[in-house]
Structures are given as structure tokens and as C-alpha cells.
């Protein structure tokens, strides 16, 4: 496997379940990202994890928890989601935090019932 | 508030013809600001970059256009092809300052045969 990956890539969910989302990069970067993408907006900065350690969240709501246990893995753990939660949920990684170039997974379609 | 703004949501262009992607920005602390590249199914792939201290970058077809004073890019596709079609992100960022990426929402180019 090469650069950026997500699993799974479409995800179906009710608003009782607890799911989680994953990302590895094979990249030997340090920095990890969790964006999301909701129809007719830009992408939105989620979390941003640099060297293993969370250094931003962008004011997102606890029932999305990221997880970090190593520099080319990066989860996103979900439970009770709202149906306006549907979204593309892209990871990226970069060599460090602050580097301009990022890249990307392709993303898990997510839908909530 | 949008601080990065492409106000064209889509552009068509014959194939062999120049197409001129064009994105705005608010925050005069952007330093640094990148193109993307996205089809369907797939994460956004970085493109071309441009720092503050250039006003013109190429690469191949692609050429990147930075006017400071009207805080406006613009992306230079010549000559355009088929493959070329996709959705494509303007992003900025100020490196010296938060570091985040802040993207617009995208442009659909359709390059016809």
C-alpha cells in the first residue's frame, strides 16, 4: 500500500452506533489530519495531530474522538451521530505540522440513519 | 465568514483551450496557497503551490497566478484535456501563523473532446 488510506470507504450508521474510521499513511509523515466535507462547503478542519499529539480541535463535538497511537495511524471514533453528521471524511497527512502540501485518503462516505 | 472564496462553481472549456480557474481570499496573513485536485471518489491531490514572495509559478500545463494587492489566484490550465475534469480546490495558509489549511469550495472543470 502507498501514500494514504481509508477504511472503510462507505460507512451506514444510526444515531445509536458507535463506528469508528481509520487512516494510515505510508508516507513516513508526521502530521495527521481528520477533515470533513459536507455538500456545497469547503473542506472543514476537524483534528489536527502532530508527532502522535492532538494540537487542534476545531471546536468539533465529543461524539467524534480521534485516536493517535502511532505517527501512520489516525482514527475517528463515532457514536451517536446526528443525521447531519453525513458527510466525506478525508484524512491527509503531511511531512509536519505546517507543511503547506498535505495528502489525502480518499475518504469514507458516511451516512446516518 | 469565507476567507477563501471561488465564486465559480463550475467552468466548461473545449479541449486545446486555456482554462482560468480563479479563487479570492480575505486574510492578508496568507502566505502560502495551493491548488488541489479532486475526481470523483477519490482525496484531493495536490496540484501546484505558490508563496507570497512569487507571483507566478508553473508546472508543465499548469501555471499559478498570486496578485497580492487584489488578494485574488488564479490556476492556468493550458492546453486543457479531458483528464483534466474534475473538481479543483484553492486552499491558503499563513506558515507563520496557524498553520491551517482554509480551503474554498471547489470548482467543477468539464473539458470537452
Known amino acids: 500500500e502507498t501514500g494514504v488510506t481509508q477504511t472503510p470507504r462507505h460507512l451506514v450508521m444510526g444515531m445509536t452506533n458507535k463506528k469508528s474510521l481509520k487512516c494510515e499513511q505510508h508516507?513516513?509523515?508526521?502530521?495527521m489530519y481528520w477533515y470533513k466535507q459536507s455538500a456545497k462547503k469547503p473542506l472543514e478542519l476537524m483534528f489536527v495531530?502532530?508527532?502522535?499529539?492532538?494540537?487542534e480541535n476545531n471546536s468539533v463535538p465529543s461524539r467524534f474522538s480521534p485516536e493517535c497511537p502511532n505517527s501512520s495511524h489516525l482514527f475517528l471514533h463515532l457514536h451517536t451521530l446526528q443525521p447531519e453528521d453525513s458527510a466525506l471524511y478525508l484524512c491527509?497527512?503531511?511531512?509536519?505540522?505546517?507543511?503547506?502540501?498535505?495528502?489525502f485518503g480518499p475518504g469514507t462516505r458516511l451516512t446516518v440513519t | 465568514d469565507q476567507q477563501v472564496k471561488q465564486n465559480s462553481p463550475s467552468l466548461s472549456v473545449q479541449e486545446g483551450r486555456i482554462s482560468i480557474l480563479n479563487c479570492d481570499y480575505t486574510?492578508?496573513?496568507?502566505?502560502?496557497f495551493l491548488w488541489y485536485k479532486k475526481y470523483p471518489a477519490e482525496g484531493p491531490t495536490f496540484l501546484i503551490s505558490?508563496?507570497?514572495?512569487?507571483d507566478k509559478n508553473e508546472d508543465g500545463r499548469f501555471t499559478v497566478f498570486l496578485n497580492k494587492s487584489a488578494k485574488h489566484l488564479s490556476l492556468h490550465i493550458v492546453p486543457s484535456q479531458p483528464g483534466d475534469s474534475a473538481v479543483y480546490f484553492c486552499?491558503?495558509?499563513?506558515?507563520?501563523?496557524?498553520?491551517?489549511?482554509?480551503f474554498g469550495k471547489g470548482t467543477k472543470l468539464t473539458v470537452n473532446p
Open positions: 508516507l513516513g509523515h508526521n502530521a
Open positions: 495531530y502532530n508527532f502522535k499529539e492532538q494540537t
Open positions: 486574510n492578508s496573513m496568507f502566505d502560502y
Open positions: 486552499a491558503a495558509t499563513s506558515q507563520g501563523g496557524s498553520e491551517k489549511l482554509v
Open positions: 505558490i508563496s507570497s514572495i512569487k
Open positions: 491527509a497527512s503531511s511531512p509536519r505540522r505546517g507543511a503547506g502540501e498535505q495528502y
